[in-house]
């Protein structure tokens, strides 16, 4: 099948963001793990802190920096690919990407240097400051963006004027009906990815002999950080759906797979949805299952997509990237509470699951894409829901000049990719032959 320029920019942008995204859904929740790593030495004065700490803000560093650079060429592809959606939204998009950089960004980048590098000059009170600062910019980094995202999906407080969005209310267009429930959602989903990343790592220097009480702090905060914001997630996950059933009813018939609007709508835990002749094929269901938990009753009626006569997303795609995510999900709550339990009620953990905790170091990353390829596959073929068709956005490049640009940067990333994962257990294998990692005392002389 021939690809055409529209869909090769899509296969792009898709490969860019889903690169970009692996980054912060680390260092927005990573950023308040340090936070409390530091907090707790101040308190107590155990070095053990001051040890995670001085592992963990590395690859925080690691990581931040690939964001940056990722994001960078990102957001090039609004000027090459998609002139059409900054020339219909630049009068939103472009504030709140420019608010963006003006707030969030300045302010990690300015208070950064001394969270990695500044703890030997600076008293502890303000080391602590400056990794609060770093941490609150990527809170409001994530803020921003996802309050575009948002927008895009829920689109309020505008007008058409000429064929441009024109903002009318900003308070509307910031504040719109999805942002609260995609920004919580968003926010959970990063402190799930980091804490695995810190118990998974954790664990992995806890079987190769290292456990020094910096492994083993670093390891309880991860794995009971993941099972307290896991079941915290499944709620917010809902009140999530039950939001996107009232604004955006064809990408929950997607996600369900209905095809004809009806009442008592089965659950589907495994179907493959036939798109040509508009039906599931092997369903496997729990009858009423799908009304009782988007209508909160067992009649309740959701929508088909036979309603909107093709203008709804792929279905195998939003289908499964949903259930990637759910199962992914219901994974990471069997293993995070059992983890939890040995750790409270045993002190330790057994070997069997500090192997499945390191098994499950990426798990974030792959629920995350799958939500987002949920979000945003789920919003085609619309690019602003309702308003801009992604169709009308793309810009007059050809096929081929796309193809070549998608073939380099799927290269970068795949080696990137790599590099950045070796290196991670590199570190940690590092550490655990090297001793405690904590960050190098003052010299004499220093104040505090």
């Not at 929740?29 to 963990?56: N, P, S, V």
């Not at 058409?160 to 999805?178: K, R, Y």
């Amino acid at each position: 099948m021939e690809l055409d320029a529209l869909i090769l920019a899509r296969i792009q942008f898709a490969a860019n963001i889903t690169f970009h995204i692996l980054f912060p859904s680390i260092t927005i929740a990573l950023a308040w793990i340090l936070l409390f790593f530091k907090i707790r030495y101040t308190k107590t004065g155990d070095t053990a802190w001051l040890d995670a700490y001085g592992f963990w803000v590395k690859v925080f560093g690691l990581s931040f920096a690939l964001g940056v650079v990722s994001g960078v060429t990102m957001s090039f592809q609004f000027g090459t690919n998609w002139p059409g959606f900054m020339n219909t939204v630049g009068n939103i998009a472009g504030p709140l990407l420019a608010y963006e950089v003006l707030t969030a960004f300045f302010l990690e980048a300015t208070f950064l240097a001394i969270m990695l590098f500044g703890r030997r000059f600076v008293s502890e009170r303000t080391h602590n400051i400056a990794t609060f600062l770093v941490a609150l910019g990527t809170t409001a980094s994530a803020f921003w963006i996802l309050t575009l995202n948002s927008w895009m999906q829920t689109p309020a407080g505008y007008e058409m004027v000429e064929g441009q969005i024109v903002i009318t209310d900003w308070l509307a267009a910031l504040f719109n009906p999805s942002l609260p429930y995609r920004l919580t959602h968003m926010l959970m989903a990063s402190g799930l990815t980091a804490a695995f990343l810190v118990a998974g790592l954790s664990a992995y220097r806890w079987l190769r002999g290292d456990r020094s009480s910096g492994v083993m702090k670093a390891l309880r905060t991860g794995v009971l950080g993941a099972a307290a914001l896991i079941p915290l997630q499944i709620f917010v996950g809902d009140l999530h759906g039950l939001n996107t059933f009232e604004h955006q009813p064809a990408k929950i018939a997607a996600m369900e797979g209905v095809w004809e609007t009806q009442r008592g709508v089965p659950l589907l835990l495994f179907a493959l949805p036939n798109e040509a002749e508009r039906r599931n094929d092997y369903e496997i269901r729990i009858p009423r299952g799908a009304s009782l938990i988007l209508t909160h009753s067992l009649d309740g009626e959701i929508k088909g997509l036979n309603e909107f006569e093709g203008m709804h997303p792929p279905v195998a795609k939003v289908f499964w990237s949903f259930r990637i995510m759910v199962g992914v999900g219901l994974i990471m709550l069997a293993v995070s509470w059992v983890a939890a339990w040995q750790l409270v009620r045993r002190k330790m953990l057994s070997p069997w699951v500090a192997k499945a905790l390191v098994g499950m170091t990426f798990s974030g990353w792959i629920a995350t894409v799958a939500g987002w390829y949920v979000t945003e596959i789920g919003r085609q073929p619309w690019l602003v829901y309702g308003v801009l068709a992604t169709k009308d956005a793309v810009g007059d490049v050809s096929a081929a000049m796309v193809a070549v640009s998608l073939t380099m940067y799927l290269g970068v990333y795949v080696v990137m990719l790599f590099a950045y994962i070796s290196v991670l257990f590199y570190m940690a294998r590092k550490a655990g032959s090297n001793g405690p990692a904590s960050m190098d005392e003052p010299e004499k002389g220093v104040a505090r």
